[in-house]
């Protein structure tokens, strides 16, 4: 009789060559991330970033943030497209920690997968890596998981956490605001990383449209629509802090404009904004058309078309919105900061989007 054969993790599922492949693959896309700060290579059990670096500040404060970009990765995998889900990941992880007023300094990230294709992974990484270049911080390090059985060998998912450093003094938040403040909103990308449970239920499983389907109201399919990346603010809102006076950022992420911009609204003041100050891309109306979505379960959702917010002093308005302008960023003032009255919340939406 023939011994069985014994068990082994390839047998359970899991290859380790290929992860290995993975790795040599993903190297290329890193190293172009590097600062001068970090130390050693890819494929240490940690990544190193010289810390001595932080001596030029008086009082450095470490900022850090996590996230992953949700079910949009399930619009990758449908369309075999790897390699922007990672400006996604960069942008949710580091135009948080921009909104202190921190400068991102290095990023990790961990993949999970059901089943390494070693190709998949790196293009996974290579669409990281270039979000850091765009945030300006380095990728120091990741770690892919392959987990058979408890994924499809198609299916995976991604989240990052990240470290930014501000100065004490420099610290941007809640108790900068001051009544006269004025609102400035910086345009979205598309629908960004956030209520891609609502969009797919909306498009795919109520109004039956398909991935391939060509939208004319976005000039492409359905799918590329849907897969915009991410815009990463980083380095505009860093750029920001050093042409302007700049009281709060806020990043428009789940939740939408209101809630998000509320959590940087001191008590006693509120933030108006008015929606006829620009008007929200296709998508977002396709969204609330094909689902007969209200328009608050909307707003509450989706970005309606701004990703980040500035709050500055009245006088700072212009070169603000100067500086955005040169950096290529859509801005436009979009409301104001006053007194709190005895009904009103943090922020609200006043008004109709423009036409």
Avoid at 272 to 280: C, H, I, K, M
Wanted: with cysteine.
């Amino acid at each position: 009789m023939t011994p069985p054969t014994g068990a082994s993790y390839a047998a359970a599922g899991v290859d380790i060559e290929a992860g290995d492949r993975a790795v040599e693959l993903m190297k290329e896309w890193v190293r172009k991330t590097q600062r001068p700060e970090v130390l050693g290579g890819l494929g240490g059990f940690a990544g190193l970033f010289d810390a001595s670096a932080l001596k030029r500040y008086e009082r450095p404060l470490l900022a850090s943030a996590t996230d992953g970009v949700g079910t949009k990765v399930d619009i990758a995998r449908q369309m075999g497209v790897y390699d922007t889900i990672g400006h996604d990941l960069v942008a949710m992880v580091m135009d948080d920690i921009v909104v202190c007023g921190a400068e991102p300094l290095f990023m990790t990230d961990y993949i999970c997968v059901g089943k390494v294709h070693p190709e998949r992974v790196a293009a996974v990484v290579k669409g990281i890596a270039e979000g850091c270049v765009l945030a300006g911080c380095a990728l120091v390090g990741g770690e892919t998981a392959e987990h058979p059985g408890l994924l499809g060998p198609d299916d995976f998912d991604v989240a990052g956490a990240g470290t930014g450093v501000v100065e004490a003094d420099r610290l941007l938040g809640a108790d900068r605001i001051r009544a006269g403040d004025v609102v400035i909103a910086m345009a979205s990308s598309g629908l960004h990383s956030n209520g891609y449970s609502l969009v797919r239920h909306v498009l795919f499983d109520r109004a039956g449209m398909r991935l391939e389907q060509r939208v004319e109201e976005f000039g492409r399919t359905l799918g590329e629509e849907l897969l915009e990346p991410t815009r990463i603010y980083s380095l505009d809102c860093l750029a920001l802090t050093r042409t302007a006076e700049v009281h709060a950022f806020s990043h428009i992420t789940g939740g939408g404009l209101a809630a998000n911009l509320a959590r940087v609204i001191p008590d006693g003041l509120h933030a108006a904004v008015d929606r006829s100050t620009w008007t929200p891309g296709a998508v977002f109306d396709l969204v609330g058309t094909a689902g007969r979505v209200e328009r608050l379960e909307l707003e509450k959702t989706l970005n309606m078309g701004v990703g980040m917010m500035a709050v500055v002093p009245a006088e700072s308005v212009d070169v603000a919105l100067t500086t955005l302008a040169d950096r290529g960023v859509d801005a436009w003032v979009a409301g104001e900061i006053t007194e709190r009255g005895e009904h009103t919340t943090g922020a609200t939406l006043t008004g109709d989007y423009a036409a």
